[in-house]
């Protein structure tokens, strides 16, 4: 706690010293606080200088807490993924993550969000068509085991020519309103068995890195931290504070009371 004025007042080089210390941002008007947790949706902040027209601040102070101010998750494919029947459907999976902050990998193609919040997800694939014709493939979204839509696109995956096979990679994003612990599935069917993904090792002449059949991110765009916790309700000496459903330990949040 710094300095502060008797309540009567002070002599001058008392003020000058307390006047000198608020312009240096030296005010006791700061503070921090733990989540609850238990999967709580609500902690209670209990602060004598918190009054019903003061606004109350928060920024991450922890590393448990930082991990809520943007969340994302990049995951991809090291295998080949053959279409084992033609015209059905079959979820595209996942094998390695690279990076993940609050959006985890399960069952081998489920990307999980704990937080709610709108989400650009994006993909590509890279497709290859062994067969002498062109053959087209469907790809689109299942949020928690439902299709979404107006979320499937159609692709056409060139015909093998001059000895080669044909070689496509294509991707594209959606925008998700996911709630906290949705998933979602990237789901795809082929009109013939001769389309798959396809991973490739390194390469040479010249030499080039490994091809992933299959590259998915999923990241919060909007909201973040600082606008998912907030105060709902305060009075004299207290606030409720709202936040994501919490059961993480050690979440803890600086905080400044203004007003």
């Known amino acids: 706690m710094f300095r502060t004025l008797p309540p009567f007042g002070g002599d ?14 030296k005010t006791n008007n700061t503070g921090s606080i733990t989540l609850a947790t238990g999967g ?15 606004v109350i601040l928060f920024a991450p102070a922890s590393a448990a807490a930082f991990a809520d ?5 990049a995951f991809q494919s090291l ?4 279409i084992a029947t033609a015209n059905t459907a079959f979820a595209m999976t996942l094998d390695t993550t690279d990076y993940s902050n609050g959006v985890t990998l399960s069952n081998s193609s489920r990307m999980n969000v704990k937080n709610a ?15 002498s014709q062109i053959h087209d493939v469907s790809v689109w979204l299942r949020k928690n085991g439902t ?3 107006g979320s499937t696109g159609f692709i056409s995956v060139p015909s093998s020519h001059g000895g080669v096979n044909g070689h496509l990679i294509v991707g594209w994003n959606y925008f998700l309103e996911l709630a906290a612990n949705d998933y979602i599935e990237l789901y795809w069917s082929a009109t013939n068995t001769a389309i798959s993904l396809e991973h490739l090792p390194t390469q040479t002449s010249p030499t ?23 105060t709902s309700s305060q009075g004299q000496g207290t606030a409720t504070i709202t936040h994501f459903a919490n059961s993480t330990a050690n979440k803890t949040y600086k905080y400044v009371v203004i007003g």
């Open 12 to 25: 001058q080089r008392q003020t000058a010293e307390i006047v000198r210390q608020i312009m240096d941002g």
């Open 40 to 54: 709580a949706t609500t902690t209670t902040l209990n602060d004598r200088r918190i009054s019903a027209d003061s």
């Open 69 to 73: 101010v943007m969340p994302y998750g």
């Open 79 to 82: 295998v080949d993924q053959p």
């Open 117 to 131: 919040g709108t989400y650009n997800f994006q993909w590509s694939g890279q497709f290859i068509n062994t067969d």
């Open 147 to 149: 299709n979404v839509t």
């Open 208 to 230: 080039r890195p490994s091809t992933a059949s299959l590259i998915t991110t999923l990241n919060l765009v909007s909201p973040n931290a600082l606008t998912n916790i907030y």
